[in-house]
């Protein structure tokens, strides 16, 4: 199968190209490396992946790439972490409204022209962001009230592009929202603005990558922002690389929304020792609040039964594992200067 994948050159793009690659689809990839500035993959030199650097809002350059693909997985996104909520409220937007516009253009051209059969998109649990209904199951984010965060409503935004494009043009599609994605790959995104909790510099705002990094650098009390009782689903970018492979093959998933998590619960205080016995283990964990930032939502817990009913899909890796890889990539990245 030929996927287009915009964001190509991004974090969860750095699961899913090589999953889809080492099931022999042909990738063409996109990516303006806003982010991060260039990156090097592991993929790039993989005979079946081509890639081009450019914008995603530019339509002309996603027809000429699209025209002779099957699926789009719209990856592409201005996002990071919860900082990144109150810094770049409107640019979140507006640039994400660009992208998603820009996409569908492509994909809706390519349907009706040529050979594409699917658009995946890459919304998020943040469409959740004002539930009280946990765990959350599909279609609560058309009973909820709506995201409080301009990146949440943005991301209910995305799937209504999906709708429209679908009433309108009959694109088939596939929504799929991860949660709490954790790997390797995350690094200090050029357009952040310095953030300190504590002594130490934030580096992204997602919580483990800088939980990590904080009792790495020797933070002692750790400081956790809020009281640590926000419940998370923190999800392998592995698991949900899979995850997002099984939507794209698998025909149960046409014009349906999925949410791809692990079905583990933890609070960040528990995520914050688990990682501090992992670094420190001769140490007595001790820590202090800070305050939250606004937009820090209190629980998130998916349901995922719909996932493994109609995809069998399963989140497998436990957390602890996961840590076991992320912890000595970020002690190099710190190293190296990139977090």
């Known amino acids: 199968m030929n996927i287009l994948i915009t964001g190509s050159a991004g974090f969860i793009a750095g699961y899913l190209v090589d999953e889809l690659?080492?099931?022999?689809?042909?990738?063409?990839?996109?990516?303006?490396?806003?982010?991060?500035?260039?990156?090097?993959?592991?993929?790039?030199?993989h005979p079946n992946?081509?890639?081009?650097?450019?914008?995603?809002?530019?339509?002309?350059?996603?027809?000429?790439?699209?025209?002779?693909?099957?699926?789009?997985?719209?990856?592409?996104?201005?996002?990071?972490?919860?900082?990144?909520?109150?810094?770049y409220a409107y640019d979140l937007l507006a640039e994400n409204e660009r992208i998603i516009a820009s996409t569908f253009d492509a994909a809706i051209w390519a349907f009706k022209n040529h050979n594409l059969k699917?658009?995946?998109?890459?919304?998020?649990s943040m469409v959740f962001e004002s539930t009280n209904k946990y765990p959350t199951e599909e279609g609560e984010q058309l009973r909820c009230p709506p995201p409080l965060s301009t990146y949440g409503f943005q991301k209910l935004a995305c799937e209504y592009f999906v709708k429209g494009a679908w009433e309108q043009y009959q694109l088939p599609y596939t929504i799929i929202r991860p949660f709490n994605c954790i790997g390797i790959g995350e690094k200090r995104a050029i357009s952040d603005k310095t953030v300190l909790s504590g002594n130490v510099k934030l580096a992204m705002s997602h919580v483990v990558p800088d939980l990590i990094q904080k009792v790495l650098k020797g933070q002692n009390p750790l400081h956790i922002l809020?009281?640590?009782?926000?419940?998370?689903?923190?999800?392998?970018?592995?698991?949900?690389?899979?995850?997002?492979?099984?939507c794209v093959e698998n025909d149960n998933s046409i014009n349906e929304d999925f949410n791809l998590s692990t079905p583990k619960s933890t609070t960040v205080l528990e995520l914050a020792k688990l990682i501090w016995n992992k670094i420190n283990p001769n140490i007595s964990f001790?820590?202090?609040?800070?305050?939250?930032?606004?937009?820090?939502?209190?629980?998130?817990?998916?349901s995922v039964k719909k996932a493994r009913s109609l995809?069998?899909?399963?989140?497998?890796?436990?957390?602890?594992?996961?840590?076991?890889?992320?912890?000595?990539?970020i002690d190099a990245q710190i190293k190296l200067g990139g977090i």
């Open 226 to 246: 809020g009281d640590g009782n926000q419940v998370r689903h923190y999800t392998y970018g592995g698991d949900l690389a899979e995850g997002i492979r099984l």
């Open 21 to 45: 690659l080492n099931r022999g689809h042909t990738i063409y990839g996109i990516d303006n490396f806003s982010k991060y500035g260039k990156v090097e993959k592991s993929y790039d030199r």
């Open 311 to 329: 995809l069998g899909f399963e989140a497998k890796t436990e957390l602890s594992d996961a840590l076991d890889e992320i912890i000595p990539w």
């Open 118 to 124: 699917k658009i995946n998109v890459l919304s998020s």
């Open 286 to 302: 001790s820590y202090v609040s800070d305050k939250p930032f606004k937009y820090d939502v209190q629980k998130r817990v998916p």
């Open 49 to 87: 992946y081509h890639f081009v650097e450019g914008d995603a809002k530019e339509v002309s350059l996603l027809k000429s790439m699209i025209e002779n693909c099957d699926q789009v997985i719209a990856l592409a996104a201005m996002i990071g972490g919860i900082s990144l909520f109150h810094e």
